[in-house]
Structure formats: structure tokens, C-alpha cells
């Protein structure tokens, strides 16, 4: 009897992997493979333990999302419904088509934004994926960090004494999502968000990221990573 039991399907390759050894080196003329590669064949729903052909999945989240987005099978488009299904209206919806049609997912602003983020998700390790979030998009301009970089906890953000007076209007609704993002709260409707007015085209797609972040955590960044492949 043969010890591995995906013997013949798409998984056979991973299990053996999962059963290597670590730092093990083929012998003989054998070659070392870096890592296993996901390919679509490999995440099909009904390879999962979950998976029922006469209902639909039980899960919240798909424990195969990382390996899905590496793959492709697994688009920015089909995040965001699942994301904002229930939030969805036909104004925010032709904003958000516009964005994927005509710009590529740029999940950080700049460089400064990717490294500030970094440095204090790091520090601040037991925040909350609703609070990395915000986090995010806190980071993204100088000008809001500031008035907030003291105003961070393990648990969350103190805004109740950030100080907003003289903030570029432009900024406001950053700083309004990643509050609402962080508690709860109605600070921005999906009204505003519909808006050109209200809010501009880079603040609406960092606002867009921080949500995905929010739902889905470190996963998404694949997905601007093969925007750029």
C-alpha cells in the first residue's frame, strides 16, 4: 500500500513536498525545487474538504485565497463583489469599474507610505485586521501620520483627540474611512464614496485596498504584485 495518499491527482506533487524532510537534497542527478507552484488545476473548490455540490460553501473566507490570487483564478473584480455585496449600488459600482478598467491596483501610494505602514504594522503587531486597515491608509499621507502617530495603542486608535483642524480637504476622507474602518462607524457612506467631489481618484482606491485589506488581510497584496508581472 502506497504511503501517499494523493497518488494520481492534482495534490500529489504537494503532499510529497509536505512529507520531505527539511533541507532535504535529492540525491544523485536529482534537482532542488525552491517551492511548489500553484497552479489553477490545484485550487479547484472541489478539491476542498468543504466543498458540496448541493450547497455553497460554509466558509467566510476561503482558506485557499492566497494560492487562488497566486494562480489567477481568483480576480480583483470577483474580491471586491464578495467584498461589498451587500454594500453595492449601481453608482459606486460604475466608479468602481472605472477603476479596474482603466488603472492598474497600486496598493501603496509611494514608497514612503509602504515603508512607513511596514515600520509600524511591525511594532504594532496585535492590531486588529480592521485596525492594520486603518493603519493603511493612516500611513498613506504625511500629513494625516502626524497627527496621529501618538494616538496609536495595541488595540486600536485614540481619535477621539486627533486634532484635525487645518487638514487638506482632499485628506479628510482618508482619514474619515480609516475611522470607519476602525470602529464601525458610518463616518463615510457609500454615497460618499460614489462621489468625485467628495472623494478624489487615489484617495477612493486607497480607501477600495484598505477595505480588501480589512477583509482579507495580507493576501491582496499578491494581487498588485501580478498587476505588475
Not at 482558506?63 to 454594500?87: A, M, P, V
Not at 458610518?186 to 467628495?198: V, Y
Amino acid at each position: 500500500m502506497t504511503r501517499y495518499f494523493m497518488r494520481d491527482t492534482p495534490l500529489y506533487q504537494m503532499e510529497q513536498m509536505m512529507m520531505t524532510p527539511p533541507h532535504f537534497k535529492p540525491r544523485g542527478h536529482g534537482q532542488r525545487r525552491s517551492g511548489f507552484q500553484y497552479q489553477a488545476k490545484d485550487v479547484k473548490c472541489e478539491y476542498c474538504m468543504n466543498y458540496s455540490r448541493k450547497n455553497l460553501c460554509p466558509l467566510d473566507q476561503c482558506i485557499c485565497l492566497e494560492e487562488r490570487i497566486e494562480t489567477g483564478t481568483l480576480s480583483l473584480e470577483e474580491l471586491l463583489r464578495d467584498c461589498l455585496n451587500s454594500k453595492l449600488k449601481m453608482s459606486l459600482w460604475g466608479r468602481l469599474a472605472q477603476m479596474l478598467y482603466q488603472h492598474p491596483l497600486q496598493f501603496f501610494r509611494t514608497d514612503e507610505h509602504r515603508s512607513r505602514w511596514t515600520r509600524w504594522r511591525t511594532r504594532y503587531r496585535q492590531l486588529s485586521q480592521r485596525n492594520q486597515a486603518a493603519l493603511f491608509l493612516l500611513t498613506a499621507y504625511a500629513d494625516i501620520w502626524r497627527r496621529v502617530i501618538w494616538k496609536i495603542e495595541d488595540d486600536g486608535f485614540n481619535f477621539d483627540s486627533v486634532q484635525l483642524a487645518g487638514i487638506q480637504p482632499e485628506l479628510y476622507s482618508v482619514y474619515q474611512a480609516a475611522k470607519a474602518i476602525s470602529t464601525g462607524s458610518q463616518n463615510i457612506t457609500i454615497a460618499d464614496l460614489a462621489s468625485h467631489e467628495l472623494v478624489t481618484d487615489e484617495a477612493f482606491q486607497l480607501i477600495i485596498c484598505a477595505l480588501l485589506l480589512a477583509r482579507y488581510g495580507d493576501a491582496i497584496s499578491d494581487l498588485e504584485r501580478k498587476g505588475d508581472s
